[in-house]
């Protein structure tokens, strides 16, 4: 794998953990016996189905988005991740858990409170990979408009 593709998905996975640690703390589990397990099948829950379907949607590119039309792409396929593993990860997460149901109604707040971390965390890595690259990307073509001007005999 190449170092954007594992970066992503390390970041992915960091951003699931943390969504599931403030998610602990919001309901006052983090104290509960079994919050260590119920975290990892928590994280495991929520960032399986996003990389499979990041990976699938082809949301982790071989290199980084650097151009404009990269990065929406890259964001786009993203939210489409995103929004098809948000209800199946809720699935997997009561399958894993041993619950009976899911109530659709956690995918709202679900899509809402993952939002900021999943694609918050992808929007800036987008961006700043982008802006890394930007200088020489603006560079080259400098370059080729003045290439292209000397071999026309434009000046």
Known sequence: M????????????L???AFVVVGQIFH?????????????????????PFALLAWALGAYPARAPVMRADVGLFLWRSLLAWLFAVPAGLFLRAWLLGQPTVLMAFVGPALASSAPFVLGWRLIYALSAALAHGGKVER????????????????
């Open 2 to 13: 190449r170092a954007f593709p594992r970066q992503l998905l390390i970041g992915d996975v």
């Open 15 to 17: 951003a699931a953990a």
């Open 140 to 155: 080259s073509r400098r370059y080729n408009s003045r290439h292209e001007r000397a071999s026309t005999g434009a000046a």
């Open 28 to 48: 006052n589990t983090l104290a509960a016996p079994d919050a260590a397990l119920r975290a990892i099948l928590q994280i495991a829950s929520i960032g399986a």
